[in-house]
């Protein structure tokens, strides 16, 4: 198997990257929107109509950039925010300016049985805590009617380094993990929540010192 990584390892990559080497958080976020597009074209899914959800911060951030290079490939996609925008990181005010330009539709509620694929891009490594009640009932109820998910980085109420859903986790086919697998997704509930796991370069730079705590 390959190196995989804890929450907070990956976050110390993630801010090696940005701050020591110099690679913005904008151009890893365009990669990973990239990388998780072509998992979309080489994969058997159904784009007819795409919904993305997005939370407040990078991992939302992905989630628009991808929903931008869907629309601007003519494939019908919807972003549906997840949270009070006015709240979100500036990654995700800043890719929501350049979606709206390029004009990528918005909705405010979508039912989820029109979407032929759900894109989940709410929570990634950064979820810390239980989710909030409204989205507990929001994951359980896309889990009740069986949406197919593409998971970005960690499904949504999965703890990336333990595993353990935290209230309740929306069910993916198919985790796309940037930079290297998160090691929840292989044990326990998280194994379960996370389905197919595929692991995309996105760009990160691992410092020669680095000490990983899990060694594959
Ligand atoms: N950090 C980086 O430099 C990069 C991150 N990327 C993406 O960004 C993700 C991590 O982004 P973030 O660290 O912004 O975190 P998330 O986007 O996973 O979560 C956003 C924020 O929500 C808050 N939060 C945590 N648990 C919550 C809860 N239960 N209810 C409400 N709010 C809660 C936290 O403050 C957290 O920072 C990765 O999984 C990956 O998809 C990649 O795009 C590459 C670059
Ligand atoms: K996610």
Do not use: W
Request: charged share 20%.
């Amino acid at each position: 198997m390959k190196q995989l990584v804890t929450t907070d390892e990956m976050q110390t990559l993630d801010q090696h990257t940005i701050t020591e080497v110099g690679l913005s958080v904008d151009v890893l976020i365009e990669r990973a929107a990239l990388a998780s597009l072509e998992v979309l074209g080489a994969g058997n899914y159904d784009l007819s109509n795409v919904l993305v959800l997005v939370g407040l911060g990078n991992n939302g951030a992905d989630g628009i950039a991808l929903a931008r290079l869907l629309h601007q490939l003519n494939i019908p996609v919807t972003l549906q925010f997840v949270g009070n925008v006015n709240k979100a990181k500036d990654t995700v005010k800043r890719q929501l300016k350049i979606a709206q330009a390029c004009g990528v539709p918005r909705s405010e509620k979508s039912d989820f049985k029109q979407a032929s694929l759900i894109i989940d891009a709410i929570f990634g490594t950064g979820l810390n805590h239980d989710l909030p009640d409204g989205l507990q009932k929001m994951v359980k109820a896309a889990n009740h009617i069986e949406s197919t998910v593409v998971a970005l980085d960690v499904p949504t109420g999965v703890d990336g380094t333990s595993g353990q859903v935290m209230g309740a986790a929306l069910k993916a086919k198919t985790t796309i993990c940037f930079a290297f697998g998160k090691a929840g997704l292989f044990k326990g509930q998280g194994k379960k929540m996370a389905g197919q796991v595929l692991v995309k370069d996105i760009g990160i730079v691992v410092p020669n010192d680095f000490k990983f705590s899990t060694n594959n």
